[in-house]
């Protein structure tokens, strides 16, 4: 099957650029183990190749972990692909909300067009039984927040990207800042899939649900320990799209890091059918339309 879609967030990569994460040792915590097999080149005609099976009407390019020395050379570097590619459609760049060059940073990037929102990795604990608050960098440090408001000065999204046990915080966050779009990366991470696990998952889920301004991106199911599985994932997706409602998700690929275990085309099929059960509107909504209202695509054409 053959699906017309936004991919709401997706990466590019040329290794003579600065990606630290990409050209040094793996890094233990990584969240799908060993990743060798993305230490390459990730550039728009790769992106094109795996997803030639469906037809990708837009793209939102993510942070890619680009140096933080140099927090605007990733938006240059892509404002010159869009200028002889077309894509990204839209970039969510990178800003430090607890550094003192924050909102020199934020406006910095705020002055690409193509810039629509920041991503900005809060410190987070690894698991939910060793979690400190108030540590520096996190969502409840006073310099984070403080940086964080700004992002309604700039015209600036958030893109979450924390493990479901913070997700308590987030909501903290997003009801102080209701004026701020959120997008919640990665379906919240459920990574437990043991029945305590999902139901922990859940809880967090369902507590940042209820702040109007967190949508969803239902992406990256993946594993550090076993494979890609339908059933499994399926029922991830179901659960998320029922506590979020389909009207706040969007799909999202997360290539080429989602490689790592499924292809393109399988992704978009399988999630494709994970839906078929909405009505056609709402499975275009998902698929197309509201990323284009989040990340305000203009000039998209169905």
């Not at 005609?45 to 837009?58: F, K, P």
């Not at 540590?135 to 409840?140: A, D, P, T």
């Not at 800042?177 to 029945?195: A, C, E, M, Q, Y």
């Not at 409602?245 to 790592?260: D, E, H, Q, Y």
Request: neutral net charge; proline residues 5%; contains cysteine.
């Amino acid at each position: 099957m053959r699906v017309k879609l936004i991919d709401a967030h997706f990466h590019l990569w040329d290794l003579k650029n600065p990606y630290p994460w990409l050209k040094e040792s793996n890094e233990s915590s990584f969240f799908l183990g060993n990743y060798d097999s993305i230490k390459r080149n990730y550039l728009w005609s790769d992106y094109e190749n795996d997803s030639l099976n469906h037809t990708v009407l837009a793209t939102v390019h993510c942070e890619a972990e680009w140096s933080r020395n140099d927090q605007v050379g990733e938006t240059v570097w892509l404002t010159e692909m869009h200028r002889s590619t077309g894509h990204p459609s839209a970039i969510v760049a990178h800003a430090w909300f607890h550094t003192e060059n924050s909102e020199e940073i934020l406006a910095r990037q705020s002055s690409f067009p193509l810039v629509k929102g920041i991503r900005s990795k809060p410190v987070t604990s690894k698991s939910p039984d060793n979690m400190e608050k108030g540590l520096s960098g996190s969502m409840q440090d006073p310099k984070w927040l403080n940086g964080f408001a700004k992002l309604e000065k700039y015209g600036l999204s958030w893109d979450l990207r924390v493990p479901y046990w913070h997700l308590y915080e987030a909501a903290e966050v997003a009801t102080t800042f209701s004026k701020t779009p959120i997008v919640l990366n990665h379906t919240g991470f459920p990574w437990d899939r043991s029945s305590e696990g999902l139901k922990a998952w859940r809880k967090a889920m369902e507590c940042i649900a209820k702040c109007p301004n967190v949508w969803l991106k239902v992406s990256e199911f993946g594993l550090i320990d076993r494979p890609w599985n339908f059933d499994e994932n399926n029922l991830i997706v179901k659960e998320a799209l029922s506590i979020f409602g389909i009207n706040r998700c969007m799909f999202a690929s997360n290539f080429p890091v989602a490689s790592l275990r499924i292809d393109y085309f399988s992704l978009v099929n399988s999630v494709a059918k994970m839906i078929s059960h909405y009505p056609p509107q709402m499975q275009e909504d998902f698929f197309i339309n509201n990323a284009i209202k989040f990340y305000r695509l203009p000039n998209v054409k169905i």
